[in-house]
C-alpha cells in the first residue's frame, strides 16, 4: 500500500504541470515570422506614384492630366510629356508649376498661347536666359509677369523700366528685386498706379518714401500707409492730411492706424476719428497707450 500511494503522489506532484505548461512557449517565436516581409511592401509602394503619374498624363480625359501637370510632386519626365498637350489649359499647369524643368520651360516660352508664356514669365523657377527673351515679348503682360518676377536680372528691370506701358512699370515697381535707383527713378513716373508701386514697396528707402507730396493721391497714400518701411514722419503726414474725414481717405486712416511703425502721438489723432474701424484698430495697436485708447473708448 505503501508502494501504491508513493506512484500516486508522483503522478500528481507539480513537476508534471511545469512540464505541461512549458510547453506552448517553444512556439512563440514562429508568430512574429510575418513581419520581416513588411520592407518588401514599402518598396513597391514607393513606385505606384511615378508610374500613375506617366498613366494618366497620356489618359483621355483633361481634368485628370490638368491635375497631374499642376501637381509639384509629378516626375520630370510627366511634364515634358503635358508640356506637349494640345489643352491649352494643361500646357498652362505644366508652365506654372515650380519644379518644372527648366528645359521644358523654354520649350514653353515660345508657346502659341500667350497665357501659357505669361506664366512661365512668372514662374520663379524660370531660367535668367528664359526671363530675358520674354522680356521682350510683344504682349505687354507677359513683359508685366518678367517685370514682377523676383529672379529677374538687374539689367532687365532696368529695361523694363522704361516701358511704354505703365502696367508694366507698376510691375517694375513693385518687385522687391528692383534696384533703388531704379525706384527712385519710377517714384516720379506720370502714372499714379506707378508711383503707389514704389510707394508700397518694402525694399523703397525711407528717403525715397519721404519725396512723395504732403498730400498724395489716395493710392498712393494707401500704398504708403500699407508700407511698413513707412516711417513715422510719413505716417504722421497721413495722419494729419485734412482729407481724413472724407469717405475716399478712410482707407487711408485704416491702414495708418494698423501699420506697426506708428507712434502713439499719431494714434491719438486718429483716435478721434468719425470711423468706428478706425478707432478700434487704434485701440488694438502695440503702441496705443492707455491715454489715447480711452479717447478712442469715449469716442464709442
Known amino acids: 500500500n505503501a508502494t501504491a500511494t508513493k506512484q500516486v503522489v508522483q503522478q500528481n506532484s507539480p513537476?508534471?504541470?511545469?512540464?505541461?505548461?512549458?510547453?506552448?512557449?517553444?512556439?512563440?517565436?514562429?508568430?512574429?515570422?510575418?513581419?520581416?516581409?513588411?520592407?518588401?511592401?514599402?518598396?513597391?509602394?514607393?513606385?505606384?506614384?511615378?508610374?500613375?503619374a506617366a498613366q494618366q498624363a497620356t489618359g483621355q480625359d483633361v481634368r485628370v492630366r490638368l491635375r497631374v501637370a499642376g501637381n509639384v510632386s509629378t516626375p520630370g519626365?510627366?511634364?515634358?510629356?503635358?508640356?506637349?498637350?494640345?489643352?491649352?489649359?494643361?500646357?498652362?499647369?505644366?508652365?506654372?508649376?515650380?519644379?518644372?524643368?527648366g528645359g521644358v520651360l523654354e520649350q514653353l516660352a515660345t508657346d502659341k498661347n500667350a497665357d501659357v508664356r505669361w506664366v512661365v514669365a512668372w514662374n520663379v523657377s524660370t531660367p535668367v536666359g528664359v526671363l530675358e527673351r520674354l522680356g521682350t515679348d510683344k504682349l505687354l503682360?507677359?513683359?508685366?509677369?518678367?517685370a514682377e518676377n523676383v529672379n529677374t536680372p538687374v539689367g532687365v528691370l532696368e529695361q523694363l523700366a522704361t516701358d511704354k506701358n505703365e502696367q508694366v512699370r507698376r510691375g517694375v515697381a513693385e518687385n522687391v528685386s528692383t534696384p533703388v535707383g531704379v525706384l527712385e527713378q519710377l517714384a516720379t513716373d506720370k502714372h499714379r498706379g506707378v508711383r503707389?508701386?514704389?510707394?508700397?514697396?518694402r525694399n523703397t528707402p525711407a528717403d525715397v518714401l519721404k519725396r512723395f507730396p504732403v498730400k498724395p493721391s489716395i493710392p498712393v497714400a494707401?500704398?504708403?500707409?500699407?508700407?511698413?518701411?513707412?516711417?513715422?514722419?510719413?505716417l504722421d503726414a497721413l495722419a494729419n492730411d485734412n482729407r481724413r474725414l472724407s469717405p475716399g481717405y478712410?482707407?487711408?486712416a485704416a491702414h495708418v492706424a494698423a501699420n506697426p511703425n506708428t507712434p502713439d502721438e499719431t494714434l491719438a489723432r486718429l483716435a478721434l476719428s468719425e470711423d468706428r474701424?478706425?478707432?478700434?484698430?487704434?485701440?488694438?495697436?502695440?503702441?496705443?497707450?492707455e491715454q489715447t485708447k480711452a479717447i478712442a473708448a469715449l469716442m464709442g
Open 141 to 146: 503682360y507677359v513683359r508685366r509677369g518678367v
Open 250 to 252: 478712410r482707407s487711408v
Open 196 to 201: 503707389s508701386g514704389v510707394a508700397g514697396n
Open 15 to 52: 513537476t508534471t504541470d511545469v512540464s505541461t505548461k512549458t510547453t506552448p512557449t517553444k512556439k512563440t517565436p514562429a508568430k512574429k515570422a510575418p513581419t520581416k516581409k513588411a520592407p518588401a511592401k514599402k518598396v513597391v509602394a514607393k513606385k505606384a506614384p511615378a508610374k500613375k
Open 77 to 101: 519626365g510627366v511634364l515634358e510629356r503635358l508640356a506637349t498637350d494640345k489643352n491649352d489649359g494643361v500646357r498652362r499647369r505644366v508652365a506654372e508649376n515650380v519644379n518644372t524643368p
Open 222 to 234: 494707401v500704398a504708403l500707409a500699407c508700407n511698413a518701411a513707412s516711417t513715422k514722419t510719413v
Open 277 to 289: 474701424n478706425v478707432r478700434r484698430l487704434v485701440m488694438d495697436h502695440p503702441n496705443v497707450s
